[in-house]
């Protein structure tokens, strides 16, 4: 179905320093980064808002997330016992060499993003509402990179959408033409995300156009987490580029993913006051309405 997409990698050189390569990866993931945040600063204003304060804390977001998401990837190869590549700390860090994590770059920048929040004295919900859709739409938009460089694809598969993947390409067992010759096909694991992405992004603009008025701050936050870990969660099944638990087919990927749903239905039950509450927080919302006692009032004796 894709095959007439044959696309080399290097979009173009530039003629210094001995030739610099640029990639369309990276042209593609910084144009969806420019989409999600043109979509999120309007969003913002609409709030009510300031969008330079927002995209000056995206900035740093994005930069915190690919830092995050570069070391969390090294860890898990480290951990599953493939890490000697990573001896030297430029190693660790180079982006360009590839591997990333989004599941950990998301948590690192939302700890950064919680920073920048506190610090300029901003609502965490209503931002988190707005970083939510970009970043599914930011995501969905750059999983296209993956394509062109012929990665994040998953088992052998005979279905008429199944895409060619190079022996280069190829990770292992794949990479034995023997058993598996270049004709052999394999899921597009990255159109996959990219569809339940993008299809998310409408979803969710479209409850925020219904309901931005009525819903509680972090309600769209909710539901974005159960959409983006959920999602995810269902996708690692056809990740076998993923580090797992042993010999299972739980990769640690689909772990933190399931935790991010699990949030996600935490954060939603929350924001609408769902929760069961504990008797100390009871007493102290009943301490909270609690009438004042009335004043004394004062006459003159005649």
Known sequence: MLDFLQIDPVAFTIPIAGGIAVY???????????????????????RGGDPDTFLNGF????????????????LQEVIAGRGAQYDTFLEIINLRAGGANILGGFIGAALVGL??????KLDFWMYADVVGPALMIAQ???????????????????????ILIDGPSRIFPYSDLTT????????????????????GFFVLVYLNRRFRETWPYGTLFGIFLIWWGGGRFVIEFFRP??????????????VLALFIAAAGIWVLL?????LPQSSRTRRRQQRRVRKPKPRRTTGTNE
């Open 24 to 46: 369309w990866y990276g042209i593609i993931v910084t144009f969806g980064i420019v989409i999600g945040a043109w979509w999120a600063s309007r969003e913002i204003e609409r």
């Open 59 to 74: 900035i740093i977001v994005v930069i915190a997330g690919y830092v995050f998401a570069r070391l969390w990837y090294v």
């Open 115 to 120: 920073w920048f929040i506190r610090r300029n």
């Open 140 to 162: 969905g938009i750059g999983r296209w990179g993956n394509f062109i460089n012929q990665e994040l694809y998953g088992q052998p598969t005979t279905l008429p959408w199944g």
């Open 180 to 199: 598996y010759p270049l004709d052999t096909r394999f899921h597009p694991t990255f159109l996959y995300d990219s569809i339940w992405l993008l299809l």
């Open 241 to 254: 580029d993923q580090p797992t638990f042993g010999n299972s087919i739980i990769t640690y990927s689909m």
């Open 270 to 274: 929350s924001r609408n006051g769902k």
